[in-house]
């Protein structure tokens, strides 16, 4: 199970990382970061539901 809720923690990094690289980029096409920004928050949403499991 942690290592479960740790490669889900990778991931929600690297959507972190991804996001705010492509705000810095004036180009970045809108519709992906908010795609992006919408998986984040789902895995954050079952990183939280997983970490009040334990």
């Given at each position: 199970?942690?290592?479960?809720?740790?490669?889900?923690?990778e991931k929600?990094?690297?959507?972190?990382?991804?996001?705010?690289?492509?705000?810095?980029?004036?180009?970045?096409?809108?519709?992906?970061?908010?795609?992006?920004?919408?998986?984040?928050?789902?895995?954050?949403?079952?990183?939280?539901?997983?970490?009040?499991?334990?």
């Amino acid at each position: 199970m942690q290592a479960h809720l740790n490669s889900l923690k990778e991931k929600h990094a690297a959507l972190d990382a991804q996001i705010s690289s492509r705000q810095r980029s004036p180009g970045a096409n809108q519709l992906k970061t908010a795609e992006l920004k919408k998986r984040k928050l789902a895995l954050k949403k079952i990183i939280t539901s997983l970490e009040s499991y334990n």
